[in-house]
């Protein structure tokens, strides 16, 4: 499973040229799934991110939690995250999870973090969205639950 986490100060996801979701402070979260992963994956991840201290201290040091920030959550599924040009020029997505398999497996993030934190947003699973942010920083981090666990 993959994060990709960016921290912004404000980001929205349009659909059909409406706002869907919007947030100030906090992280842009692209979700992405391998063929593998399965709910215990899903809450270590969950936690990991809940408990990431990416956000600047009154020191200038990343010493502070979504949380510790009151900041806010915007995930967005990407299965993309998973291509692979190893083979060609043309994208592989071999190792990305079935949309059938992902789509209740994104659910279930869905409500295991909603569940732990109450400002999240959601993009919409499958949709053509349009991701905007403001990056802040820039500050990135890709979280591969293969390497944390």
């Excluded at 593998?36 to 009154?58: C, G, Y």
């Excluded at 939690?65 to 997505?93: H, M, W």
Aim: glycine share 6%.
């Amino acid at each position: 499973m993959y994060f990709l986490l960016q921290v912004c100060k404000e980001a929205r996801v349009r659909v059909d040229f409406k706002v869907v979701s919007e947030i100030k402070k906090g992280i842009v979260n692209l979700v992405g799934f391998a063929v593998d992963d399965d709910e215990k994956t899903v809450d270590k991840m969950v936690d990991k991110l809940l408990k990431a201290r990416i956000f600047k201290d009154d020191k200038g040091l990343t010493n502070l939690s979504i949380k510790d920030v009151d900041g806010e959550i915007l995930s967005v599924s990407q299965f993309t995250l998973y291509a692979s040009l190893k083979g060609g020029n043309r994208p592989s997505f071999t190792k990305a999870m079935s949309r059938d398999k992902s789509e209740i497996l994104y659910q279930y993030f869905v409500n295991r973090i909603s569940s732990l934190y109450s400002r999240c947003s959601f993009g919409i699973f499958h949709a053509d969205m349009e991701v905007e942010l403001t990056n802040d920083g820039p500050f990135t981090i890709i979280m591969d639950s293969k390497e944390l666990f």
